[in-house]
């Protein structure tokens, strides 16, 4: 059955601000990659790395707020400064918070057994909620490396569904040796400063550190002038591997096509594209086939990691705020590193600053879990370009619950649990024996759930979604791994361990046995607060899938709490 739900409103950028290698606000990080400045250094602390991103010296203690970590406390700062900017106060009634980080605090499992609560990212954003008065259950996201960009989305869709009229998002990753020992266990570190889409055969990335905040918001009198929209977004899972990007750039191409269909922007009107663009060979070869499916090879396009570096969940938000700064200024920013075309499509890339005529620009982003995520910007004086802020109603979907299942507590150890109902399954799967416990939760509980039924004999691949949640995020893996860490082995870290010490790596493991290629996104939420099944309703309710998997998946020493449920949209005809 279908309802009428009113068109959807125009949503703005407003204030911004961020901390990176390269300066502590917007300007001074733009002016510097305008300049060809370079923010990749070697670093010695807290892990020796030979060309990496890190905030200056000092700056971060000049943050320091009492009773806050260092992240938390420049969390406070950045989100203050955007929402000054836009004449917001946090405390609004309407005003809601997003975080996104995908290790948050980890630096804090150093030398311990059990977690320590700040290391919990609900508890990470629950302090920095309460520093900065906002009223409502912040919302935190942890999607790998698309993290920043999916925030912008879910925020985008709170405003868009009535939930709030203004979202601050803040993002922020530090470097530590927890995550640094992790990438370079799967040898993808560069040996120097990355160099995006370059033909270099020292091929890699260069992590960094970046913590910024941007307000959305339905008012455009608190836009950031000249005015932005975040004219739409989409996410998606490619179902390929859990920790290498698809060989034929299909999931982010579908995220680049949702993106522009919902905004309703002919491809012809963008003016650049601005990609993930990591400098490791096989995500930069995955992009520039994406973007030959979606006919955007030929569109100039900028990667900021030479410059910053990756800085994991604020990489989103630090690179759309600098893509709107770049809508602004008339400019697109180089790529630095870049010299020579170094994969399997040519894009139009350039080390070379070019001034744009701008209108719209489209932000990508890729992360372990085979997520893909990608939005589209654009200034407001060019929205006639796409058809929002039409008058028109949509149709509404309307969905059901068609399955539930939970994995009982039968007073036995989690593993016997589990593998015991692994075993039940008709159709085994080596590779779950791989998988840290978490993913097992998740993949024997999603198998049980989906039974006989095939989902995509009745669904496109992308009409299905996988939306997760729980308050442990991957702590049960980090620990394990920051365990390795510790020893300090002549072979390093297990890149096996390391892959799943990000959560939604749980719910890519269910899209890749079941080949969905919709929406993967996972929350870490207060159990008196969930988020999952009421996101994943909306998303049916929208249009934006046909059915999804969603529910709770918490493992943590040995205790769970594993429930999931299948929505499918209600067509009627039962």
């Not at 300049?35 to 990496?52: D, F, I, N, S, T």
């Not at 410059?307 to 920013?333: D, K, Q």
Request: proline content about 6%; aromatic content about 6%; glycine content about 8%.
């Amino acid at each position: 059955m279908e309802t009428q739900m009113e068109h959807r409103i125009a949503t703005y950028l407003g204030g911004d601000a961020m901390v990176t290698t390269l300066g502590g606000d917007t300007q001074s990080t733009f002016d510097a990659i305008e300049a060809h400045r370079c923010g990749l250094h070697p670093v010695e602390q807290p892990y020796p790395l030979a060309a990496a991103g890190q905030i200056a010296p000092g700056l971060l203690d000049a943050l320091r707020i009492e009773g806050l970590t260092p992240l938390e406390s420049a969390l406070v700062h950045c989100a203050k400064r955007a929402a000054a900017e836009s004449h917001l106060a946090p405390d609004d009634e309407r005003c809601a918070l997003v975080v996104s980080s995908t290790k948050g605090n980890v630096a804090l499992l150093e030398g311990r057994t059990t977690p320590p609560d700040e290391a919990f990212l609900y508890t990470m954003a629950r302090r920095v909620a309460r520093q900065l008065g906002i009223r409502r259950p912040p919302v935190v996201v942890s999607n790998a490396c698309i993290s920043g960009v999916t925030a912008l989305i879910v925020a985008r869709r709170m405003i868009l569904d009535g939930e709030c009229d203004h979202v601050i998002i803040a993002g922020g990753d530090l470097l530590s040796e927890f995550v640094a020992t992790g990438f370079l266990s799967f040898k993808s570190v560069s040996p120097g400063p990355c160099r995006p889409y370059d033909a270099s055969p020292e091929r890699g990335l260069s992590l960094g550190e970046a913590v910024a905040a941007v307000v959305v918001t339905a008012d455009p009198a608190r836009a950031k002038l000249p005015a932005v929209r975040l004219e739409g977004g989409a996410i998606t899972d490619d179902a390929n591997h859990i920790s290498g990007p698809s060989r034929t750039g299909d999931g982010l191409h579908y995220a680049i096509e949702g993106a522009l269909r919902e905004a309703a922007l002919p491809r012809e009107r963008l003016s650049f594209v601005n990609t993930h663009g990591t400098g490791t060979a096989y995500n930069d070869a995955m992009e520039s086939l994406a973007l030959e499916l979606s006919h955007l090879s030929d569109c100039p396009a900028n990667s900021l990691k030479g410059s910053l570096g990756h800085t994991l969940g604020a990489s989103g938000v630090v690179e759309s705020i600098l893509a709107a700064e770049e809508l602004r200024r008339g400019l697109l920013l180089g790529t630095a590193g870049f010299e020579r075309p170094g994969t399997p499509v040519p894009i139009n890339v350039s080390a070379e600053n070019r001034p744009l005529a701008m209108r719209h620009c489209l932000k990508t982003a890729s992360g372990f879990g085979g997520c893909n995520a990608a939005i589209v910007l654009g200034l407001g004086e060019f929205a006639s370009d796409t058809r929002e802020g039409v008058s028109d109603a949509a149709p509404e979907r309307r969905c059901r619950v068609t399955a539930r299942w939970e994995l009982p507590h039968t007073g036995e150890p989690f593993a016997q649990v589990v593998r015991a109902y692994y075993h039940a399954l008709e159709a085994p799967n080596m590779k779950f024996f791989k998988m840290d416990d978490l993913a097992k939760a998740a993949y024997v509980a999603a198998e049980h759930l989906l039974g006989g039924r095939r989902l995509t004999e009745r669904y496109a691949p992308t009409d299905i979604a996988v939306v997760l949640e729980n308050t442990a995020s991957s702590l049960d893996t980090d620990l394990a791994h920051q365990r390795i860490v510790e020893q300090h082995l002549p072979e390093g870290t297990s890149p096996a361990v390391f892959v799943y010490t990000l959560p939604n790596v749980a719910a890519g493991e269910i899209c890749i046995r079941h080949h969905l290629q919709g929406e993967e996104s996972f929350f870490i939420t207060d159990p008196d607060h969930p988020v999952a099944e009421r996101y994943a309703r909306r998303l049916i309710a929208r249009g934006e899938a046909r059915a999804v998997v969603c529910g709770r998946c918490e493992y943590l020493a040995g205790e769970y709490d594993v429930r999931l449920m299948l929505l499918e949209a209600d067509d009627g005809n039962e």
